[in-house]
């Protein structure tokens, strides 16, 4: 497989619900990205890896919680959400070294809190 | 505030047509890169531009960076359908390995 990819694509979740959303990129990147894009919003970045290690929470709930095991993998933990979380989350991966700080997205999960 | 501005906000054209959108800043970028975004999935690359006056062409697609690697734009020629989407322009900085995205324009193309 390549490329970025995002499971699941559609999730559907309750406000006391606990769920994980998962990426993994098979590009060889060291760096990786989740972002919150909610309907006529721009992107919003919420938590960036740098070889495993959090470089920024850019002032994200607690209700989200980041876990990056390695530099091919980054799971965002799902707890007691509210229905204005509901959004597309978008993962993305990319080098830092060099001029062209390209970045790849996955296909996004859209979550759906009720 | 957003590091990048984009315009229009909305563009709605008839098949055929042309259309250019504007990606605007006051800080200078060493790369900047054009995404193309579809409903329900995520933004997928276009180009990339890191010389100042670079025009890159992709098929119908031509984009420049400015001269001064403040903005950048995005032209279609005789735009079809099959171009509808959130275009995002998004801008790296010298010193940060991390992008600024702009708000995105959405352009549909009736046939």
């Known amino acids: 497989e390549t490329g970025v990819t995002q499971t699941p694509r559609h999730l559907v979740m309750g406000m006391t619900n606990k769920k994980s959303l998962k990426c993994e990129q098979h590009?060889?990147?060291?760096?990786m990205y989740w972002y919150k894009q909610s309907a006529k919003k721009p992107l919003e970045l919420m938590f960036v890896?740098?070889?495993?290690?959090?470089?920024e929470n850019n002032s994200v709930p607690s209700r989200f919680s980041p876990e990056c095991p390695n530099s091919s993998h980054l799971f965002l933990h799902l707890h007691t959400l509210q229905p204005e979380d509901s959004a597309l989350y978008l993962c993305a991966s990319s080098v830092t070294g060099g001029g062209y700080r390209e970045q790849y997205f996955g296909p996004g999960t859209r979550l759906t809190v009720t | 505030t957003q590091l990048l501005e984009q315009s229009p906000q909305f563009l709605s054209i008839q098949e055929g047509e042309n259309l250019t959108v504007y990606c605007n800043s006051s800080?200078?970028?060493?790369?900047l890169q054009w995404y193309r975004q579809e409903p329900g999935e995520g933004p997928v690359l276009l180009v990339t531009v890191v010389t100042g006056g670079e025009v890159k062409k992709l098929k119908r697609l031509t984009f420049q960076f400015g001269d001064a690697r403040k903005d950048s734009s995005l032209h279609i020629t005789a735009a079809q359908p099959g171009d509808t989407g959130l275009y995002l322009c998004a801008g790296g900085l010298s010193n940060d390995y991390k992008l600024s995205f702009g708000a995105g324009t959405t352009v549909t193309v009736r046939a």
């Open positions: 590009l060889g990147h060291n760096a």
């Open positions: 890896y740098n070889f495993k290690e959090q470089t």
């Open positions: 800080s200078v970028f060493s790369s």
